[in-house]
């Protein structure tokens, strides 16, 4: 069993400033694990720590070995199992100043303390059971949230809806592999305890399942970290224009010269609680000047990574010869939105083609449509209200490896199905132990991700990403 809980827990007490660094009204240290509230009583002059209730809050002093006074502070006692980490717990309110918060982190570990890792604490409260792998990955991405489609995502996850599905979709595997091995103890009595169609039927609809996750990573990563969206067309056509309306500040260099923009200029914006990275790259047009080129190499590269680009014509121009360079280079999951600029020059008005966009960079006209067609790109890319989605790379590696394994259960399964030998398949039919051994690895990886089943390797990656004293 390589579940972390299996092997040597410490539980030695650990100390840290919880707060941000830096000078504050007040900080916040925390103390925990086994004689953690001892210590504190220490250097603790007051109402006796070790006596108090859990739960409660006492005034007192904070002294050194000489009896002398740091400061005055309070000092909440949660008694294990009741606290964060499932330890013995203290939280002391002190003054914020800087030399008070190194000073006491300082008498703590001459006490006896330790001084903790990045996201100890969390790994702590995870290793005691309080709350499981994705849900702690949810509350640090829900510190890290810097908008409010991100912060929504981070909610939903921490709240364990997340890990409560995955568990049920790994417990129902777990179910059909017990079935498969207990056959083969039977071997002998040529039973099927796990009818082969329910299996088939099963291993299918976690199949979609794990599918309708995995593609809903590419929206959740970009919702989490930005969306980018590169700006692309012709050298004049309009594109550092657009970002800087787009941003209301003058933020890149417009001119009539065409190949004014030569490095790519990347700006964040929030458009309705969601958090875009607009890229405002080089012209695309065939140079023989050597810088220019290696801005356009730029350009190519935007597209790739871009979930959304943003195609903008000048209609004086003829452009459409860059279809075809936009097209060899976007995803094709990504959006291509076709942007006609400068509508207020237009002699005749823009004759509306579908899917088209007309604006004027110059002067806003269409701006807001293309705002909310932004929006909605990446809400369609969005699974319902009540699905999950996967904003963690680390969970989409271990989702995409669970897919695998199961369409190889899949595969197996129609190998022996009279169909697969009607149509001339050579396989003949899969021992139930091949098919119960790919079930226990989607089991596996389905497990990495809430942690059910985790290696100190996974549980050091995890917690390196939280902050000292979370
Ligand atoms: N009339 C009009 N002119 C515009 C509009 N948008 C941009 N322009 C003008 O078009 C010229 C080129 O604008 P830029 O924003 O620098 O074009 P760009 O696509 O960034 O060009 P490069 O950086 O050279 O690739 C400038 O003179 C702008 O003032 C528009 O909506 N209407
Ligand atoms: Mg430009």
């Not at 030569?262 to 000047?289: H, K």
């Not at 080129?293 to 014509?313: E, F, H, M, P, Y």
């Amino acid at each position: 069993m390589d579940n972390i809980s299996a092997t040597c827990i410490e539980n030695n007490p650990i100390c840290a400033i919880s707060t941000p660094p830096g000078v504050g009204g007040i900080a916040v240290a925390r103390i925990s694990g086994k004689g953690a509230i001892e210590i504190v009583d220490k250097i603790w002059k007051g109402t006796s720590l070790v006596n108090a209730r859990t739960h409660t809050a006492h005034y007192g002093e904070i002294t050194d070995s000489n009896g002398e006074t740091l400061d005055a502070g309070v000092a909440t006692v949660f008694k294990a199992p009741r606290s964060f980490t499932g330890e013995d717990t203290v939280e002391i309110s002190i003054h914020g100043s800087r030399y008070i918060q190194s000073r006491l982190i300082n008498l703590l570990v001459e006490s006896g303390c330790r001084a903790a890792g990045a996201g100890e604490f969390t790994r702590r409260a995870f290793v005691n059971g309080r709350l499981d792998l994705a849900s702690a990955e949810a509350v640090a991405d829900m510190i890290a949230s810097e908008s409010k489609a991100a912060h929504a995502i981070a909610v939903r996850q921490m709240k364990g809806d997340y890990s409560q599905r995955l568990d049920t979709l790994r417990n129902r595997l777990t179910e059909l592999a017990a079935l498969l091995e207990l056959e083969l103890d039977f071997s002998e009595e040529d039973v099927e305890f796990a009818s082969r169609t329910a299996l088939r039927d099963t291993a299918i609809e976690i199949q979609a399942t794990l599918r309708s996750l995995a593609s809903s990573f590419k929206t959740g990563a970009a919702i989490k970290n930005g969306v980018p969206v590169a700006i692309v067309g012709a050298p004049n056509a309009g594109k550092s224009t657009l970002l800087n309306t787009l941003l209301a500040e003058e933020r890149a260099l417009v001119s009539p010269i065409k190949g004014t923009t030569r490095d790519t200029i990347e700006e964040t914006i929030d458009i309705d609680g969601i958090q875009f990275r607009l890229i405002d790259t080089a012209g695309l047009r065939t140079t023989s000047d050597t810088i220019e080129q290696l801005g356009i190499n730029r350009t190519l590269d935007k597209i790739s990574n871009a979930s959304i680009v943003i195609w903008l014509i000048d209609p004086t121009q003829n452009e459409e010869t860059q279809l075809s360079e936009i097209t060899a280079k976007i995803d094709p999951s990504s959006t291509l939105l076709k942007v006609i600029n400068k509508s207020d020059i237009l002699q005749t008005p823009p004759h509306t083609e579908k899917d088209t966009i007309h604006i004027s960079a110059k002067n806003g006209d269409g701006i807001e449509t293309l705002r909310h067609t932004l929006v909605d790109a990446v809400i369609k890319g969005l699974p319902g209200e009540t699905d999950m989605i996967v904003t963690n790379a680390r969970h989409y590696e271990s989702i995409i490896a669970a897919e695998k394994a199961i369409s190889a259960v899949i595969e197996n399964l129609n190998a022996g199905t009279p169909e697969a030998n009607a149509s001339g398949y050579s396989g003949i039919m899969i021992s139930g132990d091949i098919i119960a051994q790919d079930l226990r690895e989607a089991i596996h990886h389905l497990g990495a991700i809430t942690g059910a089943i985790t290696t100190t390797d996974i549980l050091s990656t995890v917690f390196s990403r939280f902050c000292i004293g979370k």
